[in-house]
């Protein structure tokens, strides 16, 4: 009999959501614990604030790269096992990389981490498709996608407040132990996977490896979606990681915790993230992918205020719009592509996702350095622009738009 998937309310999809929930956070919080510790690092290493960026760019760099021989492990091993092994080797790391006497090592040492943080959103997308009940894929990625913003939020949070009295290497250290407990509840919670039978990757199953990945790729709709997280993700990257650096200088001049405290605005995102996801299963996803970009784009354009107040609530909109269309973009490229290509295609925008991280969180540091604020939020609402042209170009007429 063919596994129809865990529905809503039963212990199993309870479970699952709640694993991946804390997968994300061991995963996410790690990823981003050195964003909010970048003026110090920045001082301390006397680097740029470019520079110093790269601490986070190097991470999701070797995430980027990690993303596709990830989804080809966990096609051998299995889902669950392939995303345990990734996490506790990243948390390993994680806890090595503060000792770094210099950036090179720093940035190395990150690197190295980000590839093992690879393994879960590799898989993460592809295990719920093949797990949860295909009525109620939206819902559950959106769930999953919530998870990873509380864990981008704890990772922010713990790093800048403990750095600021204890300095950014104790910062980070808080946050890989933190990262450590939610590893292990990830691993006691996650139900063995009974949508997928782990084997060879290529022969008498199916597709060989390079064929998964040919077959997404030669797809219009797929390459849009890819390009959602590029442009979007290196557009809200670019954004946090410079905007301490604004607020912290004139007009508004505010202390290092004040600015670290700004991340909460990532709640924003916990509570858009399931909410877009549910609207995309009621309404379609197409929709909702470009009410989310817009949405983005008008808090992107408040950020150009000159009042604090007006800042913070441009930064809880864009953080909303943002992970509101990372929900939806993210949930629909598993559910558009071709079963034995799931994987590889969830991996292929993770690595459209983190590349645009990696490459516009540290290009638009030197936008920053050269021009003013104005200009930076001009060029990120530029990105939201091309995003917005891409979906409508290839997505508007897609069967799934419509979940």
């Keep these: 009999m063919t596994f129809a998937g865990h529905a809503p309310g039963s212990s199993a999809y309870r479970r699952l959501i709640a694993g991946l929930f804390f997968a994300g956070i061991a995963t996410f919080a790690q990823l981003y ?52 092994v990734g996490v506790l080797t990243a948390t390993a790391l994680g806890l090595a990389a503060p000792l770094s006497d210099g950036i090179v090592m720093l940035l190395a040492l990150r690197f190295a981490e980000g590839v ?3 393994a879960v959103p590799a898989v993460a997308l592809a295990y ?47 946050v890989a132990l933190m990262c450590a407990v939610a590893a292990v509840v990830f691993l006691l919670l996650s139900p063995r996977a009974q949508g997928f039978t782990p084997g060879p990757v290529t022969g008498a199953r199916g597709q060989g490896m390079l064929e998964r990945l040919r077959t997404p790729l030669r797809s219009p709709r797929q390459l849009a979606l890819y390009a959602q997280g590029f442009l979007l993700m290196g557009a809200f990257v670019a954004v946090y990681n410079y905007l301490g650096f604004h607020l912290v200088a004139e007009p508004f001049i505010l202390p290092a915790w004040v600015v670290t405290l700004l991340f909460l605005a990532y709640l924003a995102g916990t509570l858009s993230s399931p909410w877009a996801g549910a609207l995309a299963s009621a309404h379609g996803r197409y929709p ?84 003013d604020w104005t200009w930076f939020i001009a060029v990120v609402v530029a990105m939201c622009a091309l995003a917005a042209g891409a979906a409508i170009v290839s997505l508007r007429h897609a069967p799934s738009g419509r979940a």
């Design 116 to 118: 093992a943080l690879g």
């Design 128 to 174: 719920l498709s093949e797990e949860v009940s295909a009525r109620h894929a939206a819902t559950a990625a959106g769930s999953y996608i919530a998870g990873t913003t509380v864990g981008g939020l704890l990772g922010r949070i713990v790093s800048g407040i403990v750095g600021e009295w204890a300095g950014w290497r104790t910062g980070m250290w808080s």
């Design 288 to 371: 909702v992918l470009l009410a989310s970009i817009a949405v983005m784009a008008a808090g992107a354009l408040a950020m150009t205020a000159s009042a604090t107040a007006a800042v913070l609530a441009g930064l809880l909109v864009f953080t909303a719009g943002f992970f509101g269309a990372h929900a939806v973009a993210s949930g629909w490229v598993p559910v558009e592509a071709a079963r034995a290509s799931r994987a590889q295609a969830s991996s292929l925008y993770y690595f459209g996702y983190y590349a645009g991280s990696s490459l516009f969180g540290w290009a638009l540091g030197l936008v920053f350095g050269q021009v």
């Design 33 to 84: 614990s050195s964003q909010a510790v970048l003026p110090q690092m920045s001082d301390e290493l006397a680097v740029s604030p470019a520079t110093a960026a790269l601490s986070v760019s190097a991470a999701t760099l070797g995430l980027a790269a990690a993303v596709i021989p990830w989804s080809a492990v966990a096609d051998r091993i299995g889902r669950v096992p392939a995303m345990a």
